[in-house]
């Protein structure tokens, strides 16, 4: 048993670090004000592989590991949520497409999404009557010679006004439930795809958040990822390696968190002396320090697991997948919790990071799947059901 980084993933690390404090810190607050990721930073990040880490350098991509994504996640979240969550997002759907998709698919959109040629990718999945119950979508694709007819909508679609392919849900066979749905790629400017307005959020604010409305929209047999019925457990196996992403994401954000409670109670000064001598503060920042850890090893513990399972081992990583997703991030609200108290009164007001990490934080526990999902996944795989 092997706690340390490789040397490779050391290396990785500080250089993610480096380019996310130059390119990114500096103007996270203007992202979050304008609602906006400039498409000159995703570039940058698609120069040096962000957007599609684990892709094999054939399809354009840097080929590391699910580890390597972890680490890279976290050190992006750590000054920028908005954009963490967009880079996550579009690594799995790239892995998506390169898992379950055919050779000219893989062609065809993979360089694109490597290059920054398509600034992102979207995961449709969500439907406004269909959100923990996946199962019951209602978006359609009926066949028609050589194409799918698309109609539905979906809502709460992460990279949504910024993706260049979507990879959609929808229902082939309505009379077969679960073992009736498929997903279909389609691309940007597809005619009968409307993509709505940014929703306006409490957080994340940067990371564009749409509806997708298809009417009618039109896309060639070709598009299908995998066969017909195997979107149910398509869209499960991205999820598992998606929460990953998201469980790293909120470890960043425990570590901005705990980077600034350090720091403003070593400057603050009550009762003649400086609040980190206060045991109660200490407190705080012992019980963040100890929830970071033990979250950072969840997480990685599940990126290794999925590494072993992709080079072909008899291994499985839902549950852990899960579990580090569930532990994450509701520890990074506890810790963001602790990090507004710690400001007092300052930690409400926006001049201090801590406030937009405070309204970050929250959604982790509800996309890809909410803390009670987790649960359940867990539960499920423990009782063997």
Same mark, same amino acid.
């Given at each position: ?60 991509? &840097? ?17 920028? #949520? ?72 979906? *809502? ?9 392919? /979507? ?14 749905? #498929? ?44 066969? %017909? ?28 968190? *705990? ?7 070593? %400057? ?5 002396? &400086? ?51 569930? /532990? ?20 409400? *007001? ?21 803390? %009670? ?13």
């Amino acid at each position: 048993m092997n706690f340390e980084l490789s040397e490779e993933h050391r290396i990785l690390q500080k250089m993610v670090r480096d380019f996310a404090e130059k390119e990114i810190a500096p103007i996270a607050n203007k992202i979050e004000e304008e609602q906006e990721i400039p498409d000159d930073l995703i570039k940058k990040m698609a120069e040096l592989g962000l957007n599609t880490i684990t892709i094999p350098e054939e399809y354009g991509g &840097p080929g590391m590991d699910t580890v390597s994504f972890a680490l890279a996640v976290m050190e992006v979240a750590r000054v920028s #949520s908005s954009v963490a969550v967009g880079m996550s997002v579009t690594n799995m759907v790239a892995e998506g497409i390169y898992r379950f998709g055919n050779e000219e698919q893989r062609r065809k959109y993979l360089p694109k999404l490597a290059s920054g040629e398509y600034l992102a990718g979207a995961f449709a999945l969500t439907e406004p009557h269909a959100g923990s119950d996946a199962g019951s979508i209602k978006t359609t694709a009926l066949r028609d010679g050589d194409s799918y007819v698309i109609n539905g909508s979906k *809502i709460f679609i992460t990279n949504g006004k910024k993706a260049g392919i /979507f990879m959609v849900a929808v229902v082939t066979d309505k009379e077969k439930g679960k073992k009736g749905i #498929s997903v279909i790629l389609v691309e940007k400017g597809t005619p009968g795809l409307i993509i709505g307005k940014k929703e306006r959020k409490m957080g994340q604010r940067g990371s564009d958040t749409v509806e997708l409305v298809f009417d009618n929209c039109r896309v060639p047999v070709t598009n299908l990822l995998g066969n %017909e019925g195997d979107g149910f457990k398509i869209m499960l196996a991205d999820l598992d390696g998606g929460r990953i992403g998201i469980g790293a994401l909120a470890c960043g954000v425990m570590r901005a968190c *705990i980077d600034e409670m350090i720091k403003y109670s070593k %400057e603050r000064v009550q009762f003649g002396q &400086p609040i980190a001598n206060f045991q109660a503060i200490q407190w705080m920042i012992a019980d963040s320090v100890t929830e970071l850890e033990a979250a950072e090893l969840l997480v990685l513990r599940a990126a290794w697991l999925k590494d072993r399972f992709l080079k072909g081992e008899n291994i499985r990583f839902t549950k852990e997948a899960s579990i580090a997703k569930l /532990f994450a991030t509701e520890a990074a609200n506890r810790v963001a919790y602790r990090a507004v108290q710690v400001h007092g009164g300052y930690g409400y *007001i926006e001049e201090f990071p801590v406030e937009r990490f405070y309204r970050d934080i929250r959604v982790t526990t509800i996309y890809e799947g909410t803390s %009670e999902i987790q649960r359940l996944v867990i539960a499920r795989n423990i009782l063997g059901e």
